[in-house]
């Protein structure tokens, strides 16, 4: 009987033909910045990172962009990534730019996406700011209580069940970051005001391709 080895899946070239299309709409997005249509320019990564988070994630998971709205009616600013349920929570309203209006609770991650990290800009610490504002300002529905097996309250803390708002930043290039300008940031600010994660495309992009020529 013959032995046949069946061929490995490429997922490698998925993420790098996921991070291209990215990239790609970077630079469609300077084309369109030198014609000073800024605005339309920073929509193009957006479009791109949310048809790859689409791409990635169950059909549970909803991704849009545009506001949450909490059960007071009171509303976020405007976000450009905001993954929700999408079975049970109805979108609340679609405007005819494409943003939505989430109910709160539906809510289990926001974003913000940027072309590029300026240092001028303080984009990270901007966001740090909406963070605060969310949690102060917004009244989100307490969980129903879930039962969690007793040997697992030393290693799990109970803060990380029910229904937390995970956020994030991407940045498609660098730009001029570094490490010094957050690190005061992210040791006087409390952590539900701080994006959960912040990455930055290209660079990982170029560290991915210098490691696979070796």
């Not at 989430?102 to 072309?115: H, N, Q």
């Amino acid at each position: 009987m013959m032995n046949r080895s069946f061929p490995n899946f490429e997922f490698e070239q998925v993420l790098r033909s996921d991070a291209a299309d990215i990239l790609a709409a970077r630079e469609k997005a300077r084309i369109m910045h030198h014609g000073h249509d800024i605005r339309a320019a920073g929509g193009e990564v957006e479009i791109a990172f949310r048809k790859v988070l689409r791409r990635k994630l169950p059909a549970s998971y909803y991704v849009g962009h545009g506001h949450i709205v909490d059960q007071h009616l009171r509303m976020s600013r405007q976000l450009d990534v905001v993954i929700a349920d999408n079975s049970g929570t109805p979108i609340l309203f679609q405007a005819e730019d494409g943003s939505e209006y989430f109910p709160y609770e539906g809510v289990y991650t926001i974003g913000e996406v940027k072309t590029s990290y300026r240092r001028s800009e303080r984009y990270i610490h901007t966001f740090a700011e909406h963070l605060a504002e969310i949690h102060a300002q917004l009244d989100r529905k307490e969980p129903e209580p879930r039962f969690v097996m007793p040997n697992f309250h030393d290693v799990i803390p109970d803060s990380i069940y029910g229904n937390p708002l995970f956020s994030f930043m991407f940045f498609v290039d660098a730009g001029d970051f570094s490490a010094e300008d957050v690190i005061d940031l992210y040791q006087m600010h409390p952590p539900d005001t701080l994006p959960n994660i912040v990455c930055f495309l290209q660079r990982a992009f170029h560290n991915w391709e210098s490691s696979s020529q070796r």
